[in-house]
Nanobody, 124 residues
Framework: QVQLVESGGGSVQAGGSLRLSCAAS????????MGWFRQAPGKEREFVAA????????YDADSVKGRFTISRDNAKNTVYLQMNSLKPEDTAVYYC?????????????????WGQGTQVTVSS
C-alpha cells in the first residue's frame, strides 16, 4: 500500500559523501520499520541499515558502521541514508524498503515494499 521512491544517488570520489532520500506515499511511514539494502552486479542484495518505526533504534551492517547513518522524519514521510567516507566497494544500486511487522529485519524477504533503487558509484 505504500510507494517508495529513492533519490540522491550519483557518482562521487572515494572519501566523499552522498545523502540518499526515500520518499513514501500512500501510507505514513510511521506504520513501518524501514531499511536500506544495496546490490552490486552479480551479487546478492545486501543489508545496509534499518531503523525502527519511531527512530528509537537503528542497526547498521558491519561494512558501513561508523560511516553511514540511517534516519527518518515521519512528519515528512521520508527516510534518509547519510553516507560518508565512501569507498569504491560501496558502489551498488541502493534500495529503500518498508517492513510491516515490528522489529528490525536484516534479510530482504523480511521487507514488504521496495523502491526502484538509485545508483551510487564511487570512483578511486
Amino acid at each position: 500500500q505504500v510507494q517508495l521512491v529513492e533519490s540522491g544517488g550519483g557518482s562521487v570520489q572515494a572519501g566523499g559523501s552522498l545523502r540518499l532520500s526515500c520518499a513514501a506515499s500512500g501510507r505514513t511511514i510511521s506504520n513501518y520499520a524501514m531499511g536500506w539494502f544495496r546490490q552490486a552486479p552479480g551479487k546478492e542484495r545486501e543489508f545496509v541499515a534499518a531503523i525502527a518505526r519511531r527512530g528509537t533504534t537503528t542497526y547498521d551492517a558491519d561494512s558501513v558502521k561508523g560511516r553511514f547513518t540511517i534516519s527518518r522524519d515521519n512528519a515528512k514521510n521520508t527516510v534518509y541514508l547519510q553516507m560518508n567516507s565512501l569507498k569504491p566497494e560501496d558502489t551498488a544500486v541502493y534500495y529503500c524498503a518498508a517492513r510491516v511487522n515490528s522489529g528490525l529485519g536484516v534479510r530482504h524477504y523480511e521487507y514488504d515494499y521496495w523502491g526502484q533503487g538509485t545508483q551510487v558509484t564511487v570512483s578511486s
